[in-house]
């Protein structure tokens, strides 16, 4: 015999006493599962309300449209909140939207603080320089937006920011 075949017998005869011990382990198992479990098989009434309790869902998902879905309140949800306005003072309209032309005289923009091409706007009167303001002007010295441009001004928040510019500018 060569050496192949020896290792070739060798390796059948391990491989079938494993398949042996394998099918013996498996009807033992068999026959322990008969003797230990076959008090189960028989499912009374009890057995059985105590797996069901067991395995009761945690909660329950209902579509819309539903009878138990119905019969739960429905949560509203809850009022949205009224924006609160709030009014800004005429430093505050200044330094947030008329500083960027009337603090660098861009565009004919008369500059704070420069009493001398106030004052000829001053001459027409604050209702004027206020109505030129809300409105809108256009002049030989440029263009005055309506508002500055910031339409979400108030007429009083744009009439007390002029009123600023003109005491700081007299």
């Given amino acids: ?9 060798l390796y059948s005869l391990v491989i079938g006493g494993l398949a042996a011990i394998g099918l013996a382990l498996f009807i033992l198992a068999m026959e322990m599962a008969e003797v230990t479990q076959g008090v189960y098989t028989q499912e009374t009434d009890e057995f059985q309300a105590a797996i069901n309790e067991r395995i009761q869902p945690l909660s329950q998902v209902y579509l819309p449209g539903e009878a138990d879905a119905a019969a739960r309140p429905a949560a509203s949800a809850p009022a949205a909140p009224e924006p609160v306005a709030t009014t800004m003072t005429g430093p505050q309209v200044y330094n947030s939207a008329c500083i960027a032309c009337h603090g660098t005289g861009v565009g004919g923009a008369p500059k704070v603080g420069d009493p001398a091409v106030w004052a000829e ?8 320089l ?4 809300i409105e809108g002007f256009i002049g030989s010295a440029g263009v005055m937006p309506a508002k500055g441009g910031r339409t979400d001004l108030s007429d009083e928040e744009v009439v007390d920011a002029v009123r600023y510019m003109v005491d700081e500018s007299t």
Avoid: C, I, L, P
């Avoid at 015999?1 to 017998?9: A, E, G, I, L, W």
């Avoid at 206020?130 to 303001?133: G, K, P, R, T, Y």
């Fill in 1 to 9: 015999m060569n050496r192949d075949q020896k290792f070739f017998d």
């Fill in 121 to 128: 706007r001053m001459a027409k009167g604050m209702e004027t």
């Fill in 130 to 133: 206020s109505q030129h303001a």
